[in-house]
């Protein structure tokens, strides 16, 4: 079982340049989200997915972009990287109209310098 | 947006019984409480949703009294990889998680 798949696992960027980090759920999920986890935080959602072919802002959107390109992918792109976006980024799913888990990624660990 | 609260830190020696309590004074008529757990480096995991009363799965125990204000997660004999970080969250409905917040959690350390 694969779950909740994101790649890269770690990824050091200059400031300025742009990524992109890839998602992919295997649970045939309706709803995706993008988290980011600074230390000793909890985690912030970033955007999010209700449905394939929707997107919408979560808590702290800037600076980032979101594509949900079918239902088994959402990817989370940064334009521009700056450092403070040096975090850790978290993926999850979950079923959209019942009231149970969301299962997430292993994480990536991004570093702006 | 239900707002949760529980403590920063506990602290527990292996095989004894821990208990951790979430306030949660504004949840709504139809938020569902769920406790998820994270290691370091990992995403975090689910272990118990409830709405009312109790709920037992093979890994803890959720209480919720009847005025559904608080709620205590209740993890039997803790072993050294029970060490982690435990988040409280209300509000997941069918709308999904984007209403829901997990604040800071609570870090449990569990000693030899």
């Known amino acids: 079982n694969a779950g909740v798949t994101q790649t890269p696992k770690f990824q050091v960027l200059k400031t300025g340049q742009s990524m992109t980090l890839q998602c992919a759920q295997d649970?045939?999920?309706?709803?995706m989200y993008w988290y980011r986890q600074d230390p000793g935080m909890g985690l912030r959602l970033i955007y999010y997915s209700a449905s394939e072919g929707t997107t919408d802002k979560g808590e702290v959107p800037n600076g980032y972009n979101v594509s949900r390109l079918n239902k088994r992918e959402f990817s989370l792109r940064l334009e521009s990287a700056a450092p403070s976006q040096t975090s850790v980024y978290f993926c999850?799913?979950?079923?959209?109209?019942?009231?149970?888990?969301?299962?997430f990624g292993q994480g990536t660990r991004l570093t702006v310098v | 947006l239900a707002k949760t609260t529980q403590p920063i830190s506990m602290d527990s020696y292996e095989g004894q019984e821990v208990n951790i309590t979430c306030s949660h004074n504004n949840i709504a008529t139809n938020d569902y409480i769920t406790w998820y757990q994270q290691f370091p480096s990992q995403g975090p995991r689910f272990i118990i949703q409830g709405y009312k009363t109790k709920v037992t799965n093979e890994v803890a125990s959720l209480f919720i009294p009847a005025d559904r204000k608080s709620s205590t997660l209740s993890l039997p004999r803790v072993s050294l990889s029970d060490t982690a970080v435990y988040y409280c969250l209300v509000g997941i409905s069918s709308g999904g998680y984007q209403k829901v917040t997990f604040g800071t959690g609570t870090k449990l350390q569990v000693i030899p």
């Open positions: 999850a799913s979950s079923e959209r109209y019942k009231n149970t888990e969301a299962f």
């Open positions: 649970m045939n999920h309706n709803s």
